[in-house]
């Protein structure tokens, strides 16, 4: 099965961009999607878009020349960063719109990426620099991204969000001993921030990701990357894997850290209830622990309770990917078998 085969396209998207009339773009973006049955998220700020939405193919073609030439961007989403994949289910419950003050939130006003950014660096390009020993590599994604997957030789600053990545910078870095910067996010929208901070902040060197893990994922072949596990994406998939495929990777229902196959195996996992990461919780693991007892509940009754649906195409995403792996394993076991003789 190609990946056009799949019911369901996903555009994920960023673009720094003056957007002084962000306000008044919202309800016409809002109505477009909904009318073509498109979910997902999509933030608005006077510094330009974000956010990933899924529908049918064609609704999201049409999302793409409405933001690209037909719709109220008129050009200015020109060049934006859009990467497109496939899904078997729904990723998303509903569409939204969101008008912010920024959107990927830092808080230094002094950062305005539409004037300096990094040196962009393209997925094809980035093993030799990461390879190189005076280059320091950061990986500028929070700490339960990091967890399931990120490049090799990477720093893990242990942020719990955006924010707090100033405080790593001013407490870990200098420029005059670290030359040379590399750093890296899920889309490349963190890393046009932090490359445009790192820069206000006297770092000469600094390079960035094109595209991000995405883009990298999709455009390195396995047997060539650097990157280890899996990347964590903001909807039901969860994670994804090289060419992007649905990863395996799933949320603790409790403290909703994402998983690792390694993770769900650990003696403190208890699915519904809680897992390593907040086994110490005792709040949290009462209350799903409740929740999972009224979803067992429902499930003796015959009834579906609250969030099924998302958790079951969720399920079925996994097990399809699984199987598609598992035929394409035999396929290629065949040929080579073939081969040799």
Known sequence: MSQQDHPYKVLAIYKFASLPDAAEIK??????????????????????????????????DALSDYLFASGPFGTRLAGAEAKY????????????????????????????????????????DWNALIERNDVILIDTRNDYEVDIG???????????????????????????????????CTGGIRCEKASSYMLSQGFEEVFHLKGGILKYLEKVPEENSRFNGECFVFDERVSVGHGLEIGTATLCRSC????????????????????????????????????????????????????????????????????????????????????AH
Do not use: W
């Not at 899904?87 to 003050?101: G, H, I, N, T, Y």
């Not at 670290?178 to 750093?183: E, I, R, S, T």
């Not at 958790?311 to 097990?319: D, F, I, Q, T």
């Not at 399809?320 to 290629?332: D, F, G, I, V, Y």
């Open 27 to 60: 309800a016409p973006l809002a109505e477009f999607c909904c009318a073509r049955g498109i979910k997902g998220t999509l933030i608005l700020a006077p510094e330009g878009i974000n956010g990933t939405v899924a529908g049918a193919p064609d609704a999201i």
């Open 256 to 339: 909703r850290h994402p998983l690792t196959e390694q993770d769900r195996a650990h003696e403190h996992y208890v699915e519904g209830v809680s897992c390593s990461h907040c086994i110490n919780d005792e709040g949290k693991r009462k209350a799903a622990a409740e929740r999972q007892h009224q979803i067992d509940l429902a499930a003796k009754r015959g009834l579906a309770h609250m969030g099924d649906a998302a958790v079951e195409a969720a399920r079925k995403a996994r097990e399809a990917k699984k199987q598609r792996a598992e035929q394409s394993r035999a396929l290629n076991a065949k040929a080579a078998a073939k081969a």
């Open 150 to 184: 990120t490049f090799q030789r990477a720093i893990d600053p242990k942020t719990e969000s955006f924010v707090e990545f100033k405080d790593y910078v001013a407490n870990n870095l200098d420029p005059k001993q670290h030359k040379k910067v590399a750093m890296f």
């Open 85 to 124: 994949s496939f899904a078997d289910s729904e990723p998303f419950l509903r569409m939204k719109v969101r008008l912010k003050p920024e959107i990927v939130t830092l808080r230094a006003p002094q950062v305005d990426p539409n004037r300096e950014v990094g040196t962009y660096v393209e997925p094809e």
